[in-house]
């Protein structure tokens, strides 16, 4: 298994430029999230999935677009890129309490995206 | 918003037990404590995560006090790689949102 896969590690936008961070998993969860870290803080979450289908907002969700077609896919987007948004920014996924999972599963995190918007 | 409260920062001797407190005063009955470390800039890695009872792994001990509003993360004998940033979590038995403070800063001195 690769776990969870995010592309690219790397990114440089400039303002007002869109794009689209990848996230793909091989371990069959139905949960997948986007959490951002800036610097010397912790992880904010963005946007959450629980199945193929289905997505909600977590704390920091403006700006940011997401859709979840496929049960390994969750495509995060940025429309329009701000300089407030330069963060790292990581994917995670676990099974979910909704499609039978336990609810003590944990989530395995990607390696991140590092963005910078100038 | 962060359910729970963790020192900034700690040290420890490399080949002493590292002891992380966690205060989570208002947890409830249905919520686990979970224990993640962030080592540089890489992705969060889980530890261990409980209930109730005391856990252990082959990474580490998880101690819950009884009345579970308190727990303390063990890593036996830290070693130079065990410097991260950890976090404590709660989170809902039936709720999948996992929602990080800003965690405890763990430097090992040789």
């Known amino acids: 298994n690769a776990g969870v896969t995010q592309t690219p590690k790397f990114q440089v936008l400039k303002t007002g430029q869109s794009m689209t961070l990848q996230c793909a998993q091989d371990?069959?969860?139905?949960?997948m999230s986007w959490y951002r870290q800036d610097p010397g803080m912790g992880l904010r979450l963005i946007h959450y999935?629980?199945?193929?289908?289905?997505?909600d907002q977590g704390e920091v969700p403006n700006g940011y677009n997401v859709s979840r077609s496929t049960t390994e896919d969750f495509p995060l987007r940025l429309l329009s890129a701000a300089p407030s948004q330069t963060s790292v920014y990581f994917c995670?996924?676990?099974?979910?309490?909704?499609?039978?999972?336990?609810?003590?599963?944990?989530?395995?995190f990607g390696n991140g995206t590092r963005l910078t918007v100038t | 918003d962060a359910k729970t409260t963790q020192p900034t920062s700690m040290d420890c001797a490399e080949g002493r037990a590292a002891n992380l407190p966690c205060n989570h005063s208002?947890?409830?009955?249905?919520?686990?404590v979970y224990w993640y470390r962030q080592i540089h800039s890489q992705g969060p890695q889980y530890i261990i995560h409980?209930?109730?009872n005391n856990e252990t792994n082959e990474m580490a001990s998880l101690i819950i006090t009884e009345d579970r509003k308190s727990s303390t993360l063990i890593l036996p004998h830290a070693t130079l790689r065990d410097t991260a940033v950890y976090y404590c979590?709660?989170?809902?038995?039936?709720?999948?949102?996992?929602?990080f403070g800003t965690g405890t800063s763990l430097t090992v001195i040789p």
């Open positions: 995670a996924s676990s099974y979910s309490i909704q499609t039978g999972g336990l609810g003590n599963s944990p989530l395995h």
């Open positions: 371990m069959n969860h139905e949960y």
């Open positions: 999935s629980v199945g193929a289908g289905i997505t």
């Open positions: 208002t947890i409830s009955g249905n919520e686990y």
């Open positions: 409980g209930l109730k």
């Open positions: 979590i709660v989170k809902y038995e039936t709720g999948n949102q996992f929602y």
